[in-house]
């Protein structure tokens, strides 16, 4: 048996901004990367870098409550 699995690489600068918003930083979960988080042109959301035991993933940041957090224009 063979078992195989294709991943497209993340570019970590792709979208990033220096800093986030501290309205953002204010209604983001605790748990979350700010640092790595950057704001996605292609949704309007924020996005930030989950590093797994098994591998590093783009997740959608998201409030306490668990709602994406996005622009108004990605909304």
Excluded: F
Aim: aromatic residues 6%; charged residues 15%; proline residues 8%.
């Amino acid at each position: 048996m063979t078992l195989g699995a294709c991943a497209a690489p993340i570019d970590s600068n792709a979208g990033r901004s220096t800093t986030v918003p501290e309205a953002v930083a204010t209604l983001a979960a605790p748990y979350q990367d700010l640092q790595s988080a950057r704001l996605r042109p292609e949704d309007g959301c924020y996005w930030y870098l989950h590093a797994g035991r098994v591998e590093t993933t783009l997740l959608p940041l998201r409030t306490s409550d668990g709602r994406p957090i996005c622009t108004a224009a990605g909304a």
